[in-house]
T-cell receptor, first 114, second 109 residues
């Protein structure tokens, strides 16, 4: 399978715990994006990388959230001191640098904070 | 901020045609995308418009009017498998997508 993959697919945690999600983009894609989606809503942009550089962070991304893409390949999204409001589907997408720049989405990680 | 509006739900009969409208007011415009999302799955790309007019792709067509801030997705010859959420998204810079809340389409036999 050469699509975008995410791990884990589901995560249940207790409030106050830290969680980390991983995204493996399509191998030749320079750009990697993180979105958050809650029930009945469209995905909301969180942050984006071009190669290893994090070029924008949304105001939605509080200081409890951090993302990395250390070698310009896979990326991690960490949430510290989770809150119930963090419960959502976290989607990763990747795209090429030029052209139509269609974003290909992974299956997502569903986070439930108890 | 970005404002992207689309109807919440639509229902249609198998074999029929459904048109999903999307209006937008955004701080930039660099293309409009339609994605399909089945429940519990990732969004998958359907179509892209950057110039005014109609783009046809099999049973799906998408239309854009930049001056009116308006797009629609047309689904023809509806099949049961087309039951899904359809997301309208505007690319506001060369990378960032702003999504509408999605339109849930239910296809009935």
């Amino acid at each position: 399978d050469t699509g975008v993959s995410q791990d884990p697919r589901h995560k249940i945690t207790k409030r106050g715990q830290n969680v980390t999600f991983r995204c493996d983009p399509i191998s030749e894609h320079n750009r990697l994006y993180w979105y958050r989606q809650t029930l009945g809503q469209g995905p909301e942009f969180l942050t984006y990388f071009q190669n290893e550089a994090q070029l924008e962070k949304s105001r939605l991304l509080s200081d409890r959230f951090s993302a990395e893409r250390p070698k310009g390949s896979f990326s991690t999204l960490e949430i510290q001191r989770t809150e119930q409001g963090d419960s959502a589907m976290y989607l990763c997408a990747s795209s090429l640098l030029a052209g139509v720049v269609e974003q290909f989405f992974g299956p997502g990680t569903r986070l439930t904070v108890l | 901020g970005q404002n992207i509006d689309q109807p919440t739900e639509m229902t249609a009969t198998e074999g029929a045609i459904v048109q999903i409208n999307c209006t937008y007011q955004t701080s930039g415009f660099n293309g409009l995308f339609w994605y399909q999302q089945h429940a519990g799955e990732a969004p998958t790309f359907l179509s892209y418009n950057v110039l005014d007019g109609l783009e046809e792709k099999g049973r799906f067509s998408s239309f854009l009017s930049r001056s009116k801030g308006y797009s629609y997705l047309l689904l023809k010859e509806l099949q049961m498998k087309d039951s899904a959420s359809y997301l309208c998204a505007v690319r506001v810079q060369d990378y960032k997508l702003s999504f509408g809340a999605g339109t849930t389409v239910t296809v009935r036999a």
